[in-house]
């Protein structure tokens, strides 16, 4: 359902801009990523609201009421409202969601940056919301709303944002993975568990929570994901990846069981890589 709304809030702001009547659009385009500029205190605080606003119109299931939000995105001026802008004039409807999910998770993840008071908080509060991201992104792929690089994309922007959070809050000596620069490698990315080179020693010494969970959970998660959807592209059938579990330190965190996702083709053939 979720897929379905957002499919036809896409739709609408591309109707209204005259874009499909003037683009030859043809199954299967992938659009580039679009770059968000560095936003202000007000727009991340105005996207966020916004979004908010959106999700709550399509949780109701009003088509009408998530329509005139994301209407709004686009007269705003915001964070978000740019983005919209940008879409509405200028790519295919795939690429179009793209770009919404993409701002909202990188302007969601901006304002927990700037609420990160010390390294075990900020790890503690980007994990949650992590797992919502990558909720988001499986759900949109197996609506065949993302192509194959943009759901690769979004995986490698979940990382980034994790960084962007926690890095400033690392505390001295204890960066040993250079803000996720150097993460030892996966060794198998598959459907089950994985372990990166470091094996069960690699959180100890210069690697401090950040490090620790960044690379040896959600970097290997991601490294699962980014195996599975490859391989369910080119077979055509669902795959599940593994999603590491998380553990607290003594020091504080978080308990986060593992967990699995699976990447189905969708039945719609547009969503190729």
């Not at 499919?7 to 990523?33: D, H, R, Y």
């Amino acid at each position: 359902m979720l897929g379905v709304i957002i499919g036809v809030v896409v739709a609408v702001l591309l109707l209204k801009s005259g874009v499909l009547g003037t683009l030859n659009i043809a199954p299967g385009v992938v659009a580039a990523p679009i770059a968000v500029a560095p936003q202000t205190a007000a727009q991340v605080s105005a996207g966020i609201q916004q979004s908010a606003q959106q999700e709550s119109a399509i949780a109701t299931g009003t088509i009408q009421g998530a329509t005139q939000i994301a209407s709004s995105l686009t007269a705003s001026g915001g964070a978000l409202g740019n983005v919209s802008n940008s879409v509405s004039s200028s790519i295919p409807v795939i690429g179009a969601a793209f770009s919404l999910i993409a701002s909202s998770l990188i302007a969601a993840s901006q304002k927990r940056a700037k609420e990160a008071q010390n390294e075990n908080q900020a790890v503690a509060s980007a994990l949650a919301p992590w797992d919502a991201a990558v909720a988001q992104i499986v759900a949109a792929y197996n609506a065949g709303t993302l192509t194959v690089a943009q759901t690769q994309s979004l995986l490698g922007t979940i990382m980034s944002n994790y960084w962007n959070e926690v890095t400033p809050q690392i505390q001295p000596g204890r960066n040993g993975c250079s803000s996720g620069s150097n993460c030892p490698p996966s060794a198998t990315p598959n459907s089950s568990m994985s372990y990166n080179a470091g094996g069960n020693n690699y959180c100890s010494g210069s690697i401090g929570a950040a490090c620790c969970v960044g690379c040896a959970d959600l970097q290997l998660s991601v490294d699962n994901m980014q195996w599975a959807v490859l391989h369910a592209n080119s077979s055509g059938k669902p795959v599940t990846a593994f999603v590491q579990i998380v553990y607290a330190s003594k020091y504080g965190g978080v308990n986060r069981p593992a967990y699995t996702v699976t990447f189905s083709p969708p039945l719609a053939t547009g969503a190729g890589i």
